[in-house]
């Protein structure tokens, strides 16, 4: 028992569960059920601040009296017994990640690095932007799958840092402090207090649908169905969370989901933006019956992919951390399984940790032809 108590303390950490002791947020959800919230558009809903409470903010996309579990449920996970994928854990494999950061740093365009769990690094002409930073391992019992295999300060600076949320695999103070004093962060409201230790000199919070641009490229907030918490005694929600579009300079529009469970109004994001590249997080999507309220599965993400109508496709959030029941090399597996299924595996860009996708000349119209991989 005591090992299933220090497993929950770290997965609501890091926020896949929390236990119920913030009855407000979920009276203020239950207060909107019934309401006419599912009929808005989401540029409405965002517009009316329906997602804003007195204390912070709350999920309008699930409104069930306990959105992310409780204690019991992570209890009935933990000694059910039933867990299919455990013989596969022997197969894991510690990978350190290596990067050929000079074949980054003299590509002249665009450029997709995925480097590990959900951190990516997107060279957009002449600026990076750096997404999730995570360099480190995770509090408690979480094995670490895909340690640094290269020095930090051999990396590219990022010009801006995106975070989606506030949970402990997508915040990591560590990863950021070094890049406080130049680089610029854009994060969904309420993240000022967060990073008021580290101090970032530059610091703009948006809310969904609010946007910030150098001149050169444009960076939107939008929704996503998920959640966030830094403190399991406060309670979630004191932060809000999101997606990204991104506006590139090269040309290209990028998606980035972040954390999310499926939702329909993905369908209005497609409709409302031309998108070339979505990147979807995948992992920790098993057992359904837990995970489907925070996190996509692989079938989800096709069907988010497809009302998206974007021209491609990206996963990341796996091989790090198993924050899950699948093992960390399940996700990319799955994903192909479901994408050959549905006719789509040709829009899949299989990066792998350390790999960079590095975009042609001429754009998206020779995407195929010119796009190419390079490992470390």
Partial sequence: MRSITVYAAALCAIGIFFPTVAGDSFSAASSLQGSPVEALHLADLAQAKIHHRPQGFLNPFNLSPHPHG????????????????????????????????????????LSITFIKHATVLIRDMDAYLLVDPIFFGLPGPIKDHTPLGFRMEDMPRPDFILITHAHYDHLDKRSLQPFAPEAQFITPLGHRAILDDIQPVHLTELDWFESFSDGQREIILLPSNHWSMRNPFKG????????????????????????????DQFKEIGNAFPIDLAIFNLGAYEPRWFMARSHMNPAEVVQAFRDLHARRLM??????????????????????????????????????????????????????????????
């Fill in 236 to 263: 979630p929600n004191g932060s809000l969370w999101g997606s990204y579009l991104v506006r590139t300079a090269a040309g290209p529009t990028i998606y980035i989901a972040g954390d999310s469970a499926y939702f």
């Fill in 315 to 376: 996963i990341v959030h796996w091989g790090t951390f198993r924050l899950g029941e699948e093992p960390v090399h399940f996700p990319p597996q799955d994903m192909r399984r479901e994408l050959e299924k549905a006719g789509l595996l040709d829009r899949l860009i299989p990066l792998v940790h350390g790999e960079t996708l590095l975009l042609g000349d001429h754009g998206l119209n020779a995407w195929a032809a010119e796009a190419t991989t390079v490992g470390p």
């Fill in 70 to 109: 409780n204690p019991w449920e992570m209890i009935k996970w933990k000694l059910g017994g039933r867990n299919l994928f455990r013989p596969f854990y022997a197969d894991e494999k510690v990978t350190p990640v290596m990067v050929d950061w000079q074949k980054v740093k003299d590509h002249r365009g």
